[in-house]
């Protein structure tokens, strides 16, 4: 059994999380725990976890579908009397903006309706929703029109914004970056990490954009829901062979026998396919090998196109994790048809 160490300025701690709908075991023993101000980002493929270990977390998933220690602000979700002071130190934005928006109303009427339901005064919610309009650069002209004239941009930062209008010490987000086009998403991640730096808000990030990772303190990776990883990005992509260092290689007529003979190469530790043509090759000990390898190469009279180095991003390393995962997956299950097959 984990036990996760609780200092004063832990956010959230999660020990030996198990959660089951029924007979589905969907999430299982999961344990991590978060120090105030930092940023998690979640990520996983659909179907991985992520959003149900949310809920747990904001008190949304009744006791008696998990087991387990976890603390929000120092409060357990287990207990039906933490509900209302866990979610008066929280905040929550959802993937869908219309869940906490109302369309047909103004921005300030939305902040004025929100704040009631936290008892919150009108003169002091108006000032905290003006401070974080213009953090997030919601221009002021739509302040008092419609939110169904704002732009797919506009409406997302007003979403956070209502998430943080009651100062919660942390914030979940639902795929903050969902439906935004890409040049967009950068700048929502940029307001993210500058209401961080300027409230000192711990957030979670739900998300599929692997970019996320540039801003997270943390990254914690969840599949099947187990969680594989939960570190800094930089430490994750270091554990890679040699750092994370990476040779691309386009071969010409670069077919699966051509990648078995690199992957059989000594020192070679992953060969990646990232193109029709293009391979990415993680080794040991990278800089006395990759002359070798190339010498290998040019020797089986292979028509090398390019060869280029580069350092492993977050993208990178979260499909090779991924990937090890499935394949340690295979050959468990190829062993256990074996061992079956032996069975008189
Ligand atoms: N209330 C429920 N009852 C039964 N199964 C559920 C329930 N909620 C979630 N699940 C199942 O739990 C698994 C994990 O779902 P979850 O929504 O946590 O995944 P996710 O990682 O958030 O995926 P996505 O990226 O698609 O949002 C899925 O297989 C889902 O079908
Ligand atoms: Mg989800």
């Known amino acids: 059994m984990k036990t996760t160490d609780m200092s004063n300025n832990t956010m959230v701690l999660v020990e030996n999380l198990d959660v089951n709908f029924g007979k589905k075991h969907i999430v299982h ?19 991985a976890g992520k959003t149900t270990i949310i809920r747990v977390l904001t008190c949304q998933i009744e006791k008696k579908n998990w087991n387990g220690k976890v603390l929000v602000t120092g409060l357990s979700p287990s207990k039906k009397g933490n509900y209302s002071k866990i979610l008066s130190n929280i905040g929550y934005v959802p993937q869908l903006e219309l869940l906490n928006l109302y369309f047909e109303l103004n921005p300030m009427v939305n902040v004025e309706i929100f704040t009631s339901t936290y008892g919150m005064d ?9 401070k974080l309009f213009n953090i997030l650069d919601i221009p002021k002209d739509t302040w008092k029109k419609r939110v169904k004239k704002m732009s797919g941009g506009e409406k997302k930062r007003l979403s956070m914004a209502i998430g943080l209008i009651h100062n ?3 914030l979940f987000l639902d ?26 808000t711990t957030m979670f990030i739900i998300t599929h954009d692997l970019e996320a990772a540039l801003i997270c303190d943390k990254s914690a990776i969840l599949r099947e829901g187990k969680l594989l990883e939960f570190d800094t990005p930089q430490k994750l992509i270091n554990s890679l062979p040699s750092n994370g260092l990476v040779a691309r290689i386009s071969i010409e007529n670069l077919n699966q026998e051509v990648i078995k003979t690199i992957q059989n190469y000594p020192s070679i530790e992953k060969v990646l396919r990232v193109g029709n043509e293009t391979i990415e090759v993680l080794m040991d000990d990278f800089e006395t090998n990759l002359p070798k390898l190339m010498k290998f190469l040019f020797e089986k009279n292979l028509n090398i196109y390019s060869m280029s180095r580069d350092v492993a991003n977050f993208r990178r390393y979260f499909q090779i994790r991924i990937q090890e995962e499935e394949e340690k997956e295979n050959s468990k299950n190829r062993s256990e048809l074996l061992n079956e097959g032996d069975r008189p």
């Open 29 to 47: 023993d999961v344990s991590f725990s978060v120090k105030e101000g930092e940023i998690i980002g979640m990520f996983g493929i659909s179907g």
């Open 122 to 130: 009108k003169r002091e919610a108006k000032i905290t929703a003006e």
């Open 168 to 170: 919660p010490k942390v």
């Open 175 to 200: 795929e903050p970056t969902t439906g935004v086009d890409a040049s967009k998403r950068y700048d929502i991640l940029s307001y993210l990490k500058k209401l961080n730096q300027q409230l000192k």
